[in-house]
């Protein structure tokens, strides 16, 4: 979602301009490559042991009943990725006015790191697994930093 927002942000900014801020394949690299080890981390992390959850059932009756995922649960994701756009492509404007063509480079950097602390944001408890994947994923971006630099305004 936050990049759909980043994507309206920029075309109201910059006039309606119908390009994208971003090509395909750093559009495909933050879908596959940069972003997946992270939220498979995260669907990974336990909040209790497997022997706890068995013996107690009744912490997870709210998740059963389908109070975590609800409309106002999607408002709430839907808002972050409203504000975090914002703050995304305001600042990036705002602080780096003058070069315009690194916009994108910086924008996109920025999201992905943002999309870091968010995946470290919903984690019960920092674990190895979870370490490991976000690492991982900054060396596959900085690798195609330097690998392909043809796609970034350096």
């Not at 109201?12 to 394949?25: D, H, Q």
């Not at 919903?122 to 195609?144: C, D, F, N, P, Q």
Request: charged residues 10%; glycine residues 2%.
């Amino acid at each position: 979602m936050i990049i759909s927002f980043i994507q309206a942000i920029f075309t109201m900014t910059f006039f309606s301009v119908t390009i994208p801020i971003y090509n395909g394949y750093l559009i495909l690299g933050y879908s596959t490559i940069y972003t997946s080890l992270p939220v498979i981390a995260l669907v990974l992390d336990q909040d209790v042991e497997r022997d706890v959850c068995l013996k107690f059932p009744i912490l997870y009756k709210s998740l059963q009943a389908g109070r975590y995922l609800n409309f106002k649960t999607f408002m709430i994701w839907t808002w972050k990725s409203m504000f975090q756009a914002a703050v995304i492509m305001f600042l990036a404007i705002i602080l780096f006015h003058d070069s315009f063509l690194m916009v994108m480079s910086i924008t996109f950097t920025t999201l992905i790191c943002i999309e870091f602390l968010n995946v470290y944001q919903e984690m019960t408890k920092a674990h190895r697994g979870m370490i490991i994947s976000i690492v991982l994923s900054v060396i596959s971006y900085a690798l195609t930093i330097l690998l392909f630099n043809n796609l970034f305004q350096i």
